[in-house]
T-cell receptor, first 111, second 119 residues
C-alpha cells in the first residue's frame, strides 16, 4: 500500500530561521510528487511537482528536492506570511492517476 | 496556474436535506475531477474520481448512494450529499487534473473548498 509520511507534524520558526520539511514515501512506481500549501479554511495551493530523483525546483523562499525515498521542502529565511500547512502528495500508476496525501506539516513563522 | 472554483463556499442545512456542491475548471478542460473530504487537522481523504461522461469511481468505504457525483461537462462536476446528517459535516474540496503536458506531467489544482454544516 502506498504511504506518505510527513515530518515534523508542526514546526515553529523565528522569522529568518531557515529549515526543511520532510516527506517520506513508499510507493510502487512514482509518477510524480507534489507539494501544496494550505491556509486554514482554504483549498490546497499548488507549489511544485517533482518527477525524478535529483530534481529540484524553486519558488521565492521555497526549494523542493527529491530522492528515491523522500522529498524535502527547504524554506530559506521564512517570513510570517509563509505560515501555513504544507502538504506532500504522490501519484502512482493507475487508471485514474490516484494521488495519496500525507498529513502535512503545520508551519508557524514568528516575527 | 489553472483555476478551479467551488460553489457554495459555505452551506448550512437541516438534517435530511440534500446539498449540491459545484466544482468548475475555469481556464482548462478537465476530463477528470476528484472529490476530497477533509476533517479538522487531518489530511485530504479522496472520496471519488469523477470522469466526464462516465460513472464516478468511489473509494472504499464511501457510499455512492449517499454522495452522488455527476461530471456532465469538461468543466463541471457536482457532488450531491443526499439526506445529509450531522456526521456529514465537513470540508469538501474538489480538484481538477490539468492534462497539459501529456499523461505524466499532470498536476491537480484544487478548488477553495466548501464548508458543510448539517444541523
Amino acid at each position: 500500500e502506498d504511504q506518505v509520511t510527513q515530518s515534523p507534524e508542526a514546526l515553529r520558526l523565528q522569522e529568518g530561521e531557515s529549515s526543511s520539511l520532510n516527506c517520506s514515501y513508499t510507493v510502487s512506481g512514482l509518477r510524480g510528487l507534489f507539494w501544496y500549501r494550505q491556509d486554514p479554511g482554504k483549498g490546497p495551493e499548488f507549489l511544485f511537482t517533482l518527477y525524478s530523483a535529483g530534481e529540484e525546483k524553486e519558488k521565492e523562499r521555497l526549494k523542493a528536492t527529491l530522492t528515491k525515498k523522500e522529498s524535502f521542502l527547504h524554506i530559506t529565511a521564512p517570513k510570517p506570511e509563509d505560515s501555513a500547512t504544507y502538504l506532500c502528495a504522490v501519484r502512482t500508476p493507475g487508471g485514474y492517476q490516484k494521488v495519496t496525501f500525507g498529513t502535512g506539516t503545520k508551519l508557524q513563522v514568528i516575527p | 496556474g489553472a483555476v478551479v472554483s467551488q460553489h457554495p463556499s459555505r452551506v448550512i442545512c437541516k438534517s435530511g436535506t440534500s446539498v449540491k456542491i459545484e466544482c468548475r475548471s475555469l481556464d482548462f478542460q478537465a476530463t477528470t475531477m476528484f472529490w476530497y473530504r477533509q476533517f479538522p487537522k487531518k489530511s485530504l481523504m479522496l472520496m471519488a474520481t469523477s470522469n466526464e461522461g462516465s460513472k464516478a469511481t468511489y473509494e472504499q468505504g464511501v457510499e455512492k448512494d449517499k454522495f452522488l457525483i455527476n461530471h456532465a461537462s469538461l468543466t463541471l462536476s457536482t457532488l450531491t450529499v443526499t439526506s445529509a446528517h450531522p456526521e456529514d459535516s465537513s470540508f469538501y474540496i474538489c480538484s481538477a487534473r490539468d492534462p497539459a503536458g501529456g499523461a505524466i506531467q499532470e498536476t491537480q489544482y484544487f478548488g477553495p473548498g466548501t464548508r458543510l454544516l448539517v444541523l
